[in-house]
């Protein structure tokens, strides 16, 4: 909805009419494909989140990585997914929160998550739901789509990137020199 309401902020008069922007469309098909799927559908949620040192991403120019219950995964931006190679350093980390989800999402069904992260944008646009960065409103469309469709809560908590040690030693798989704990 951030988009919509952007829009209408740039009404002079409350009847006049604004041209709907790419983003602007993007939010209404969100809202369109979570009415269609969801209209009428309970969410129950588990009391209590899953204990937060077992969900950890972190994300590098060469990749990202995250570990979740003693599973993890390792996404080299080059080879698995060249059009992140380009991408801000922060959009990185956001969807290697987003590839999490795709992995684990069913594993997290009724489960309310806190996941730790070393990139205060990514934990700043989870938290809010909404960003001014197009590309981030875009990872944030998924991850709360992912979100819906799974039946989890997710809410982020910055930690430091020297305390991101076990999800920060993953993103350097393709580095040994650079993948140690401690």
């Given amino acids: 909805m951030r988009r919509l309401i952007d829009l209408s902020k740039t009404l002079r008069r409350h009847h006049h009419f604004a041209r709907l922007t790419g983003e602007a469309k993007a939010d209404l098909d969100w809202w369109t494909k979570f009415m269609a799927k969801f209209n009428g ?104 789509w992912l979100s819906a469709d799974n039946n989890f809560s997710l809410l982020a908590q910055h930690v430091k990137g020297k305390e991101n040690t076990l999800a920060d030693a993953l993103t350097r798989l393709d580095d040994p020199t650079h993948a140690k704990l401690g």
Avoid: Q
């Fill in 41 to 144: 559908t309970a969410i129950f949620l588990d009391r209590n989140p899953v204990p937060p040192t077992i969900f950890n991403t972190d994300a590098c120019d060469s990749g990202g990585a995250a570990f979740y219950s003693g599973d993890w995964f390792y996404v080299s931006w080059r080879h698995d997914d060249p059009d992140m190679c380009d991408m801000h350093i922060n959009v990185k980390e956001l969807y290697t929160i987003i590839l999490a989800a795709r992995r684990w999402g069913p594993l997290w069904s009724g489960k309310r998550l806190l996941v730790f992260a070393d990139s205060d944008s990514s934990v700043c646009a989870i938290n809010k739901g909404t960003s001014p960065s197009p590309p981030f409103m875009r990872c944030i469309r998924e991850l709360f």
